[in-house]
């Protein structure tokens, strides 16, 4: 479909004699960054930071390591071709983010949508998302200063970071309430008319602050897909995003010069074989070192051969801050609409490629391929330390950036506006530093007094008294930064000696730790906030470990009525069809049913969690009729685990028949990797549990963990 408007532009565009066409060069530019707009909202809609959260370190992992791969190839082919910095800067830019439409249409085509893999391409394409808009902000800054400058991109990220933080946490608080508010009132017309005037406002507000248009459309687009009519928004906005992206589309279509392209022949081939090999090749990377299979690196790398949309907005950046060559804007279609070609062919050719290669190599570096990306992770491996950094820093970041703001907007625009008002007045320094930490009040009372909100500090505290000195020196931080903010707005307005300033810091810090006003309406932001941003509850995500083996995982399907499965026992559908999936979990309305025994009958309208291989869900998904719909539900006991049976375990000796392992456990038995040969085997009653095997369980976390620790 892109590579169709493509070429429909460049018919209709000024550079094809044959048909009329549009000749006007301003209204090509003016259309097309009206569609950048409106793609960008798009895409922020199906953004949402809970789809980034979701992600993990996996996709960051990847998109960090191909990023700085295709960067630095992009920089140096650029310097090769005798193009100046600029130029291999930008192509470099172009060169890290693949294209999400390509990707899905091919995924669409090709049947591969509902594989495992194509879940850790999703993932990635998200992340790649949040690095383009990144780009788009650092090459401005690049392109406005001439040169690289690190202090000024280091303040342009800085500048850009307390902007994403204002706009994002005050346009989730106050967004998603006025819209809840108003919902009786609104209906279909008010609210797509509402939304996109949203989207327009933050364009306006974005490129008052030094930003360019599409950043504005993408936080505005990301804000809304944190409310409650995400979902009927999405679907109101679709119909104007397809229009105008597909207008973008045409417009950079119509300024391909084929003329151009015949003196740059060369750098296009070549381009395109970088995107191909390369990119994927660094994908493939950087999924290794998150922790995947080689398997499935190699055929999640592989879908990412191409560039779209992205690689159009930023070479449109680059064209109208006039800082790279026309020359490079057809170089780029070039090489999108050729791996466009490409991609469909090269996702198919991933796997026989793997084959090929593990054939061919020593039976050494099979033993390699089979085990990378396998790692042991085992259930008490979970680091309550790393979880406590985590969300001490975000903490720190997040209300250490709100003070910054808070006292900018007093010192900078309402105090001053105030005083243009009455003019200067006796004890008007007084009043103004006291305006100034009361708007600080709030968020010096969050950074000094919030711990954690899992309880984790509190938890480390009473474990172990080793641990008290690293929680305290994290303590001591936090008050000295909230002491160094109240004493920045003090001294702003107020010269008085160290001594006095040092006792008047102290008795602020104390009134705000103490002071239950203060609690009471910080409890009140918070409550809010964490109402609308987690406004949609989902129940924490059934995962199966990626290192159970390259196919194995969990699928969601709806019983549709009058099909094979309806209407039967477990038991029935597995003796009459012999799928080789196993159903772990059904959905029956509010009510969940964990590892359900063979007896429990299937109802029509049942949402079921299936596990087994990309083959055994897809026959099964065949049983329940081509149209199942897969729906993302979960249940937060439930999940799948695995660890090695210790010695005086009471499993050695166990038969490991399914039936009777879960009657006697409950929990489900997937596999058995046997001793230090390592072969994963199928649960039987021939096979018996013996010490240093690796079971494979599916049930209960506590459950689980009491069995796998538990003695004779």
Known sequence: MVLGYIVAGFITGPNFEYLPDVVRIESIKFWGDLGVIFLLFGLGMEF????????????????????????????????????????????????????????????????????????????????????????????????VTSTFDGTVVFEKMAYLALFLLFWFTGGVYFIPSLLRRVRRWVNDEILIVFSLGLCLGMVVITEMAGFSAALGAFIMGSILAECEDSERIMKLIKPVRDFFGAI??????????PAIL?????????????????????????????????????????????????????????????V???????????????????????????EPVYESIYKNVPSGWKVVMERLGTGRKTLDRESEWNLLMRSYLT?????????????????????????????????????????????????????????????????????????????????????LLGALFVALAISYYLRIGYGVLFIVVVITIISIYLSQTIKKYYSHLETNFIKN????????????????????????????????????????IHRESRTGAQIVQIKRGNRYIDLPVKTEIILPHDQLLILGNDVEISTFRDLN???????????????????????????????????????????????????????????????????????????????ANEISKGNR
């Open 48 to 143: 949402s930071f809970k789809k980034l959260k979701k992600v993990g370190g996996t996709g960051f992992i990847a998109v960090v390591t191909e990023t700085i791969i295709m960067f630095s190839v992009g920089y140096l082919a650029g310097r090769a071709f005798g193009w100046n910095w600029m130029n291999s800067v930008f192509l470099g830019g172009m060169l890290t983010i693949s294209s999400t439409s390509i990707i899905i249409k091919a995924f669409e085509d090709l049947g591969l949508k509902n594989k495992k893999f194509a879940g850790l391409v999703f993932g990635v394409l998200v992340v790649e998302d949040l690095v383009a808009v990144l780009q788009l902000v650092v090459l401005s800054a690049l392109a």
């Open 533 to 572: 941003l987690h406004v949609k509850p989902v129940r924490k995500e059934f995962v199966v470990p990626k290192t159970l083996a390259d196919e194995i995982h969990i699928e969601s399907i709806e019983v549709e009525p009058g099909t094979v499965v309806a209407g039967k026992t477990i038991s029935q």
């Open 324 to 350: 790279i060559e026309p020359s490079l804007y057809p170089v780029i279609v070039s090489v999108s609409i050729i791996t466009t070609f490409v991609t469909p062919y090269y996702i198919r050719a991933a």
């Open 395 to 479: 903490r720190v970041f997040i209300f250490g950036g709100w003070l910054v703001l808070v006292f900018i907007l007093f010192t900078k625009i309402l105090n001053p506006f105030i005083l243009s008002l009455t003019g200067d007045f006796t004890f008007d320094s007084y009043l103004f530093a006291s305006l100034t930490l009361t708007g600080m009040s709030p968020f010096l009372f969050a950074l000094i007094r919030r711990k954690d909100s899992a309880g984790l500090f509190d938890k480390i505290w009473n474990d172990s008294r080793f641990s008290r000195g690293p929680l305290l020196a994290m303590l001591g931080f936090k008050y």
């Open 262 to 322: 015949a003196d740059y022949w060369k750098p296009v081939l070549i381009i395109s074989a970088i995107v191909v090999f390369v990119k994927s090749g660094a994908v493939t990377s950087g999924l290794l070192l998150a922790g995947n299979t080689i398997k499935t690196s190699m055929k999640s790398g592989f879908c990412m051969c191409q560039i779209g949309e992205f690689s159009f907005i930023i070479a449109s950046l680059g064209l109208s801050l006039n």
């Open 248 to 257: 973008f589309f045409l417009s950079v279509g119509m300024l391909v010069d």
């Open 625 to 703: 009729s081509a149209t199942a719909e897969c729906i993302s539900t979960s249940h937060q006991d439930i999940d799948l685990y695995h660890f090695v049976v210790c010695k005086n375990s009471l499993l050695i000796g166990v038969e490991a028949n399914i039936s009777d392992f879960r009657n006697r456990f409950d929990l489900l038995l997937i596999g058995i990797e046997k001793g230090e040969q390592g072969d994963f085997a199928r649960p039987h009653s021939s096979i018996i549990i013996e010490e240093g095997d690796t079971l494979w369980v599916v049930g209960n976390k506590l459950k």
